[in-house]
């Protein structure tokens, strides 16, 4: 646990939808869709790759769970890391974002994460 940590806050406090082994998930304070979701190792760890194989396992199947309980079979979300400052993380606990996603809520979805670098977003005009 990390006393600064805004993740280890809420683990600490029981501010968690659910648990599997080492990993809880809990709402986006900040979502970018209705139910958007975060999987969270218990252990503060800033870096995804720094869990153990039993930790990583723990938070997919809990991130695969969610998902599951937010869309259902055959609907559509995504599923997102970001992995160290230059890829975007803001808080130094590592974590999966669960996004639903709908029909309309965007123009057009295609690409989906590759919207990180819009140059290179839309590959199949090139």
């Known amino acids: 646990m990390s006393d600064d940590c805004p993740f280890c806050k809420r683990i600490a406090a029981g501010e968690y939808t659910d648990r599997r082994g080492s990993a809880v998930a809990f709402p986006d304070s900040y979502p970018l869709t ?14 995804l790759l720094s869990l153990s194989t039993e930790e990583a396992g723990d938070l997919w199947d809990l991130a695969l769970l969610v998902a599951r309980n937010l869309v259902g079979d055959g609907q ?18 590592a974590h999966l974002h669960v996004i639903p996603r709908r029909a309309g809520d965007v123009e057009d979805p ?17």
Do not use: C, K, S
């Open 34 to 47: 209705p139910g958007h979701m975060l999987a969270v190792p218990v252990r503060h760890e800033a870096r």
């Open 76 to 93: 559509d979300f995504n599923i997102g890391v970001n992995e160290g400052p230059d890829a975007g993380q803001t808080i130094p606990h």
């Open 110 to 126: 295609r690409g989906g994460i590759r919207w990180m670098i819009p140059d290179r977003a839309v590959y199949w005009e090139e």
